[in-house]
């Protein structure tokens, strides 16, 4: 799973880098996060016995869904922007 992995890992700044890519993309990074956190939250209280799961439902739901927009929002502007690596 994603337990233990950092959140973020600032990378040098190369020729070529583009500001906004990297905002967008440590967005999805960060969404990401918030998704594996949900995730190791539910597995704890399904563990744990908690009888209120569905509120997870709910919490993952909304982390996928975020985590989609930063995705296309990525996307999107590599594609209008032409800032790809390679
Ligand atoms: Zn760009």
Same mark, same amino acid.
């Given at each position: 799973?994603?337990?233990?992995?950092? =959140? &973020?890992?600032?990378?040098?700044?190369?020729?070529? &880098?583009?500001? @906004?890519?990297?905002?967008?993309?440590?967005?999805?990074?960060? =969404?990401?996060?918030?998704?594996?956190?949900?995730?190791?939250?539910?597995?704890? =209280?399904?563990?744990?016995?908690?009888?209120?799961?569905?509120? &997870?439902?709910?919490?993952?739901?909304? =982390?996928?869904?975020?985590?989609?927009?930063?995705?296309?929002?990525?996307?999107?502007?590599?594609?209008?922007?032409?800032?790809? @690596?390679?």
């Amino acid at each position: 799973m994603c337990q233990g992995e950092p =959140a &973020f890992q600032p990378h040098i700044p190369k020729i070529g &880098f583009c500001e @906004e890519k990297n905002r967008l993309r440590g967005k999805f990074l960060q =969404a990401i996060h918030e998704q594996c956190v949900l995730q190791g939250r539910q597995t704890k =209280a399904v563990i744990d016995g908690d009888p209120d799961l569905n509120r &997870f439902d709910i919490l993952l739901d909304r =982390a996928q869904h975020k985590k989609d927009r930063a995705k296309y929002a990525w996307i999107a502007h590599v594609e209008a922007h032409q800032c790809g @690596e390679g």
